[in-house]
Structure formats: structure tokens, C-alpha cells
């Protein structure tokens, strides 16, 4: 007999939560310190704050494999009211909207507690405070049939030293010793692509990894705009057009879309054989359908604005290869604005050479997506691809075996991950495009500063 | 200011269809033809009927890209009152208890609908009957926001000349010519491990694609089974702990769970440091967690009953292959049961030369997960990485090229997919050794087939 159910997002990604990420113990470990660290940049980045990351890894019942994990941040903090949806509510969150930041589904942070809670049956203690007044401190568990929070305890009292920002802490069953090289990459890579971002990592032994920031600056934060036209589907128009305050189409248009002047606005229109002055919420489902068709027709559409967007930075991106490699040799790259399906994306790349690279046969590639180090699925990436299949750099007088190193950085309102647990990104051609374009570059640089070793090495020897 | 919010999962999904396979309009033909195929498999299991699955493309709208996707089984049906939900809600299915089916997310079938309602506005055309007497008819949209059904039109009339299965129909923008050699390579792959089903696709060209069925027998069922004691977390057990009629403790272990008898059950209590007599409701949480850990620390369960299973059969899988490939040698192996985590699976594996094999440097490999042909992410797959890896052809006097056909077959209560888009199979250690042992059977007796080649060829030679 058949049983028909439903089930909830949580308890979809608790039965599914390998494909989130969280497969074994040591990857487990990883994912929980990498969705909680990218939810503290974020939270620092929302509020212009030069980022403060101390992560804290305790060992709780050495037998068992249990350990205490803890993030704090001085970060814009959650709203007392919103913490346990924040922490124990799978698909919730503030980052739904059209601007870039490094988290994008509203399920990482609570899949690490899940996971913590799954494996330890202990309930999490999430403190933060929004103003430095006033801290609340949550013990929260996850109801993970019903996707919903249960307060085990919650208290509110002022917050001691003004101090604003949030702490995450939970056990879970981990292994470190499987996970720390990939989780000290994590860190140090995380502080390549934010110099601006202390990070603190103390880890079980009470060993510690310390990367003060190397500037002063706070990167310009993205502002959320407009959706662009291009890559628009019915779903999206519907509801524009549903929601829309506009009492005609021209100023739908105009006031619902970037890059739509008036012009725009009539060509489209007349395209979609709609008049101008209809009202929006009288069209008629093949009005809909062809309004949106002439969206895709109509091939003149500016550009998306990169304001939405918030790159690395050519000095940032230097500075920190700098730190970490001391090359002989860096250029760095940043590509104009580009755009794919209507997601602007900015390309950034570097090459670094010599200093304390290591010689290697295959070159070591560093990748980047919003400003998040991937160190996974290399195999899987756009990036990889280029690097392997579209650079050719003997071109470049590249030596085999060589101290090489490549840097990839893509910045996007929509980074195409291929998977939720944010390893590798898919192949567009638009992203591909621009990474072969940004790293020929650097090659021909490369290729300048080995002619001139070259040439010196040559005089030198006669 | 912040904005916080959830979204259903519907939304999840639509927002981030490329994650579940829905990339490019190619892709998201060949995958809204692989989910609906999938389900009238599964429907047919159900019953145990002799599968019937005609596939209809047709060109609605040339110039726009859109087509006619209609899917048509004779399998069990969906209730009246189920259709709705079935296909226009995410997360929602039959597939969620613990036995073997095609389908195990609740999402598949949903997902195709939702890329043909938001690339061409249309509503799906849902067709069924359970019994042969009634048929229900249905036009439906999804509403993607809150995740419910929207049903435009229904309609009950008697099923014609007693027709019992499911037709689904819907629209959808796609590319065919992009997609057509996956698609046609899909079919034909499912008639390799399904040769009881008759397989019909008539293109959108009106070229007919015909598998008539090889064999009358219909595959032993899976049976839905307890759930296996290893790899239960405190989640689980908490929950099977309240929902429990059982009195006491040792009834609920011998009772809730496959290969606990008495003796067990008191052995794993006494790990715990728990009284066989306690009522299940009355455990405090650390209670739960210790029972949770007793059932880690004890090594004494039996593997897992393999009843929910239902591996394609040696019989079935050499008719299949011989069916395509006339080869001239071909092995089939079927390893014993084993498990990962609880979840019981079987390998099955076979090898075929010659016939009308192409002749190829790298070894053709032919991957199925619980019947299913898996056509993307091969180097992601732990069957690739057995074939490339962990088997050295050449021990086998496999010359190279060679025209060498490989088949790896995983069926289990549980798939462990990497992505939602089920294509590559993580490296669980336990699948790999048996992938492994199963492959080195296989090119034994593929040794000894090509030494009498040999020998008979060095005899014609004198
Ligand atoms: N350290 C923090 N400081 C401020 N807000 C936070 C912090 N951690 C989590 N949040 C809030 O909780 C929400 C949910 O976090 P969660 O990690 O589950 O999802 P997300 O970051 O939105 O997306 P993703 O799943 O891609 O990480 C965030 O959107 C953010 O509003
Ligand atoms: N052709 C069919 N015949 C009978 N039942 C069907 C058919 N197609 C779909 N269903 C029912 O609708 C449910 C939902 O289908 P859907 O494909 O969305 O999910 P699923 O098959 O359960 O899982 P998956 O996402 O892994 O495919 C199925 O569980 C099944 O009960
Ligand atoms: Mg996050
Ligand atoms: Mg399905």
C-alpha cells in the first residue's frame, strides 16, 4: 500500500546532508568552521566593520570524537527576536536579495548545528547583540520534522563591555586530525582575499593561527539593485507584476528593472506588442508570456550595474599573496564588469612566482567565489578548466616543474555553484570567458619578467 | 537594513534549479526525460507489472525553442486525490521509507513541471488511473512561492478500455539537438538493466526509438524492511523512541529495528548502562545519547537484510548487454550483499569484448544506480575511479586500445549521490572494495577468455 508524505527542508537536508556537505566526520568539521566563518565576513561586511573572527575548537570527550566548536564575531549581530529562526530554521535568512555575499541559500549555519546536534544530542548556544546594549544568549535545538526552532533557554541582559557582534557554539563528532590541513588552508587562504579580516584560529591542541589584518580599509560593501531584464523568466514576471505599485507597464518597466529608461521601456513594449499605458496587473497569462518573450528578443539591454558587486580588490588581493608567498614576482588582474543570465560578476586573477612557492609539476591553483576560498572539487571547476585546457603556459616560457601559483576570484549576485556545499563553480561561458581573458593577461606579464630573468641569467653567465 | 525571510522549498529549488540538474535548456530536456521515465519505472515496480514507457516529444514553437514533452506509463497510477500534490509540490512522494526505488528525494517529477511552467507559462496535463475504471485528468500549475499545487482544471470520467498508468504532459523550452545523443543513449542504457520493460521514444522528427522487452519475468520487488541499527543518530533514535508502542525498552529495540533479537537487545542495553524494563518515553536526553553510543560501540550487529533490495539479476543484466553489444565474450558477476551505514547494497558488475564494441584507448564504462544509467560526472564517480584506479587492465591481457565494454551496478535502500542531479556516486569505502572485488572477477575471467584467443591465434599462425 502506497504512503504518500511530505516531508520539511530540514528534514530533506538530514536525510540528504552528505550532498550539503556534511559526509564524514572530518568534512563535517570543515564545513561547519567554513559556513560559520563565511556568516561572520558577511555579518561584518553588512555593517562596514573591519571583521574580527576568532574560531575556538575545544576537544569535549576525546573517546567519543566530540568537540566543542565556537565562532565569535563583531559583526551587525542578529536581532534578539530573529536568533532562533537565524540558527535553527533551514532556508531563512537576509541574504535573498540581489547583491553579492558568501551566503546565499539560508541553510549553512543551520546545517552545522543540525549536524552538531545529530551526533551529540546537545542543544547550541547562540549569544549576539545588534547595538552593544543589550546581549541575548539562545540555547536552541532544532525541530528538524517541523524545520522550526525549540528554545531550550533564552536570556537578555546588557551586553558586558559594549560589546556588539555574535558567538556561535556547539559540540558535534568530528576529526580534526582528518580535517586540520584543509581547515588551516581554509583560514590562510580566507585571509588572501580579506587582509582587512583579523582572523584567530585556536584549535584543539592550543595551537594558534593568527592573521592580523594587513590594512585598514573596509571594501566598498555591495548595494542590492534592481533585478537586470536579461534571464527573466515567467515566475519572476508574474510576480514583478503582481507586486508592482506601477499603474502602467511603461513605469513597471522602468521603476521594476535596471537598465530600462523610457526607450528601453517603448522597444520592449512595442516588441511585446503591449501598450504602453496597460496596467500591470491586468495582463493576461499569454501577455505575460509575451512580454517576457520579448525580453529575450530584445538584444540592447545595457549591461547589469555592478553595484551589487564587491571585488576583491587589485591592492587586497596583491597584498595578501604577498604575505603568504612572498613571490619574486605578482600581477593581479581585474576585468571590467561582466554579466551572465542577468548576474553581473566581476573576474579577478593573479599569477605569483618564485618567493616560497613550492616547484610543482602541476600548477597550484587558489580559487576564489565571493571573496570564499573553495577546496574541493578542483577537478569540477570553471577555473580548473581554463587553467588546464585554455592557457597553454609554455607560452609564457613557464619551466616544468615550476613555483607557479594562480589565483582565481569571481565575484557575482549568483555564483553558479555546481552543488549547496559551495565547491565548485559550473562552466558558463560568460565566467569562462572572462578567466581565459584575465589570465592570458597575467601570462604575458609572467612572460616579461621570465625574459628578463632569462636575459640577466644569460649576461650573467658570459 | 536587514531583511529576514524564508523561503518554501519550492523557491529553493527554483531559484537554484542548476543545482538539481535544470542548467541549460539541453540538460533540462534530457532531465525532465529521465525524471518522468524514472517514475513510470517505479510506478511499474510497484505493481509488479511489466513496464510499458512510450516517451512523445513533438515541436510546439520552433522559432521560440519550445516543445511537447509527454511522458505515458501502465503502471499503478496515482490516487485522484494524490495527483495534485504528487507533481506540484517539492518534497513530497511515496519514495521515503526504507527500500529501494528510483526516486528517494520527493522532488524530480516537480521539478521538470516547474522548468516548463516558468519557461513557457503553460499548465502540465496530468492524466491517471489506479484501477482501470477511473480516470482522473488534471491541468496544474505550481505555486512556486508557497510550494502548493494550483490546480486550473480536474476532471473524473471512466478510464477508456479499462486503461490503468499515468500520462504526464507538459511544455517546455528546450534543445533537442543539443540533447539528443544523452537522451537516446539513456533509453537505451535503461533497456540494458530493465530488459522486462518496453521502452518507446518518438522524437520530435518522428523517428522512432523501439525496445520491445527481452524477458516476460518481472524482477523480485524490493519489501520495505526495519531500519538497520548501524549508522542511527540521536535524530532517529528520538524519534522512533516517541513514536514507539512498545512498553519497554528491549521490546522496542527487538521490535524498531532489523537483526536486534533478545540477546542483542539486552547486550547493546547493558553497553548503554540501561534496564530493559524502562519505557521508552521515559528516557532522559542522555539516556538517548547513550543508547545512540551503545549502538556505535557494539560490533556484533549482522549485516543488513537485503530483502529491500532488488538488484538487476545476472540474467537480466547479460541479456541486456548482449542485446546491444552481440559481444563476443561477456562476464557478469553479482556480489553478495554487504552495507554502509546502516543501508544495505549490492554490487554487480560485468565485462564484454569484441562484437560491435568500438575499439578505444580509454575503457567504455556503463554506470547504474538502482537502475538508473548515469550519463554525467563520470570522473566524480567512485565506479570511474575503480576502472581507472584500482583495476589494472593490462594484468588482464587487455591490449589498448581494446573494444571493451565495463557495466558497475549499485543498488541500495540508500544511493549515497554526490548531487541532487543523481550522476556520480560518492567513494564510500565500503562501495569501493566491493566495485573492487566485483571488477577483478570480471577481468579474471576475462583473462582467460583472451589467453584461449591467444593460444588459438598462435595456433592458426603455424
Ligand atoms: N555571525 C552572524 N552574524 C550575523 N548574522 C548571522 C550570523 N550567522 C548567521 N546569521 C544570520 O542567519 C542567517 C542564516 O544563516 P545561514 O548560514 O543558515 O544562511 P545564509 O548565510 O543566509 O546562506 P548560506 O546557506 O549560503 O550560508 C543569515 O542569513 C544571517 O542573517
Ligand atoms: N508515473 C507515475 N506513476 C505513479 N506515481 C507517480 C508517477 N510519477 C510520480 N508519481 C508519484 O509522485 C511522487 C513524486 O514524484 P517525484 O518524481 O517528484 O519524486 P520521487 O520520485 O518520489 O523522488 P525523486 O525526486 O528522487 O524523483 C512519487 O513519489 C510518486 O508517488
Ligand atoms: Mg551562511
Ligand atoms: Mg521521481
Sequence with gaps: NVVYRAISPSEFFYKNRDIAGFSS????????IRELVENSLDAAEMGRILPEVLIELGEEDAERGVYRLRVVDNGVGVP????????ATVLYGSKYGFKQSRGTFGLGGTMALLYGQITTNKPAKIMSSTDGKTLYIYE????????????????????????????????????????????LDYIKHTAIVNPHATLTFIDSKGRLYHYPRMVEKVPEPPRETLPHPVGVDV????????????????????????????????????LAGLKPETSPRKLSHEQVTALVDAFKRY?????????????????????????????DFVHVVQREPSSYSGHPFIVEAAVAYGGTIPVTETIMLFRFANKIPLLYDE???????????????????????????????ICSTKVPYKTVGKEAIADRP?????????????????KLYLSRIEKREAAAKR
Design 299 to 327: 538584444d540592447k539591454f545595457r549591461p547589469p550595474d555592478p553595484t551589487p558587486l564587491s571585488p576583491v580588490g587589485k591592492d587586497f588581493l596583491e597584498a595578501g599573496i604577498r604575505r603568504i608567498f612572498n613571490p
Design 430 to 446: 560568460e565566467i569562462e570567458r572572462e578567466l581565459t581573458m584575465a589570465l592570458r593577461e597575467c601570462g604575458r606579464n609572467l
Design 80 to 87: 534578539g527576536d530573529k536568533i532562533p529562526s537565524a540558527f
Design 25 to 32: 566526520p572530518a568534512r563535517s568539521l570543515y564545513m561547519s
Design 140 to 183: 536552541l535545538m532544532i525541530d528538524v520534522v517541523e524545520n522550526k526552532p525549540r528554545i531550550i533557554s533564552s536570556e537578555k541582559k546588557p551586553s558586558p563591555g559594549g560589546w556588539r557582534g555574535t558567538s556561535v557554539e556547539f559540540s558535534l563528532e568530528a576529526d580534526y586530525p582528518g580535517a586540520r590541513a584543509k581547515i
Design 235 to 270: 515566475e519572476m514576471m508574474s510576480r514583478m507584476l503582481m507586486e508592482t505599485k506601477a499603474r502602467n507597464l511603461l513605469t513597471f518597466l522602468t521603476t521594476s528593472f535596471q537598465k530600462i529608461g523610457p526607450k528601453t521601456a517603448k522597444e520592449v513594449l512595442e
Design 379 to 409: 577537478r569540477a571547476d570553471v577555473a580548473w578548466k581554463v587553467v588546464e585546457e585554455k592557457i597553454d603556459w609554455s607560452n609564457y616560457k613557464v619551466p616544468k616543474p615550476a613555483p607557479l601559483a594562480v589565483f582565481t576570484s
